[in-house]
């Protein structure tokens, strides 16, 4: 039989769980957007904590991913998003669309940050007539918005509980408004920690360096960070993107983002116990010689075990 390099680093970040956990994470979705990768789908993740399911960002192949795992659209209780690029929700209409049509006993809550209510309010307009016509039955009971879904508009700083997980969100350096903005002040990009019974994650969302998602994850049993491979992303962007457009792109890339040495350094910074690195942005393909120079970026700072992520698997 043959052991894959994924299984044993898979493994050896199970080896650092406390004995029979009653926490998983698992990147359903481990490939950044906005460009769609055929072998890996986008970002979006679900915290399962005694039974409770909690899908944390909802990229587009959401509703597939969550079929692989077994978890019915219903049985989804919550979910977080960290901020409102496309690659992030745009499998939230799926988690409407198909909860509307399979019945589901509760509405799905969703908490995100300023602005999720007017997104999910758009999508909800947008599936009028289909909620509107049902499923063509003359006279037949139709459920409501209110009873689809709740919203709950989120900032850096607040803490909330699901069930008996305590969430804290940190506002990162996804955006870089200029300090106390019109724009700062309207639109926020979230890092979560989830504290439960048994672990503690925290899940940087897409940030630049952030001291505030250091301190967030101080301590962190799990840190799952969100990798940027910059030279190879501009290969690709210099072949395909206007000429013009390239020094924009690189500006944001490299502020809004953090490489594999970064997330060393923020990893040792935090002293966390494990990394596993996800929303994966690099060039046209990632190869087992990429993540293998991923891994020794990260360990060059962090002594821990460090995985770089594939869509549906557990940590």
């Known amino acids: 039989?043959?052991?894959?390099?994924?299984?044993?680093?898979?493994?050896?970040?199970?080896?650092?769980?406390?004995?029979?956990?009653?926490?998983?994470?698992?990147?359903?979705?481990?490939?950044?957007?906005?460009?769609?990768?055929?072998?890996?789908?986008?970002?979006?993740?679900?915290?399962?904590?005694?039974?409770?399911?909690?899908?944390?960002?909802?990229?587009?192949?959401?509703?597939?991913?969550?079929?692989?795992?077994?978890?019915?659209?219903?049985d989804i209780d919550e979910v977080l998003i960290s901020h409102l690029h496309f690659d992030h929700v745009a499998g939230l209409l799926g988690v409407l669309g198909l909860r509307f049509q399979t019945n589901p006993e509760k509405p799905v809550a969703i908490y995100g940050p300023p602005g999720t209510r007017a997104l999910v309010e758009g999508m909800l307009t947008g599936m009028g007539p289909a909620m509107e016509a049902s499923y063509g039955l003359e006279g037949a009971t139709v459920m409501t918005p209110?009873?689809?879904?709740?919203?709950?508009?989120?900032?850096?700083?607040?803490s909330f509980d699901l069930g008996a997980t305590r969430v804290t969100a940190a506002k990162n350096s996804h955006y870089s408004f200029a300090h106390g903005?019109?724009?700062?002040?309207?639109?926020?990009?979230?890092?979560?920690?989830?504290?439960?019974?048994?672990?503690?994650?925290?899940?940087t969302g897409d940030t630049g360096w952030s001291d505030a998602v250091i301190e967030l994850a101080r301590g962190t049993d799990l840190l799952v960070s969100e990798l940027i491979d910059l030279p190879s992303v501009m290969e690709t962007v210099r072949r395909t993107a206007p000429e013009h457009l390239t020094g924009e792109i690189e500006a944001h890339l490299s502020a809004h983002h953090v490489s594999p040495d970064e997330i060393g350094r923020m990893a040792a910074a935090a002293d966390a116990g494990a990394v596993v690195a996800t929303h994966l942005v690099a060039g046209a393909q990632i190869t087992p010689e990429n993540i293998a120079g991923w891994q020794s970026a990260i360990r060059a700072h962090f002594p821990?075990?460090?995985?770089?992520?594939?869509?549906?698997q557990d940590y």
């Open 181 to 203: 903005s019109e724009m700062d002040r309207k639109y926020e990009s979230l890092s979560f920690r989830f504290d439960t019974p048994d672990r503690s994650i925290t899940y």
């Open 304 to 312: 821990g075990p460090v995985a770089i992520a594939e869509d549906l």
């Open 146 to 158: 209110e009873e689809l879904v709740t919203v709950t508009e989120i900032r850096g700083g607040d």
């Open 1 to 74: 039989m043959t052991i894959t390099r994924t299984a044993l680093l898979a493994a050896a970040l199970l080896a650092a769980l406390p004995a029979a956990a009653e926490t998983t994470f698992t990147v359903l979705g481990s490939g950044g957007g906005p460009v769609v990768r055929p072998d890996r789908s986008q970002p979006a993740n679900l915290l399962s904590v005694d039974g409770r399911h909690i899908v944390v960002d909802a990229g587009d192949g959401l509703s597939v991913r969550l079929a692989a795992k077994r978890v019915r659209m219903g």
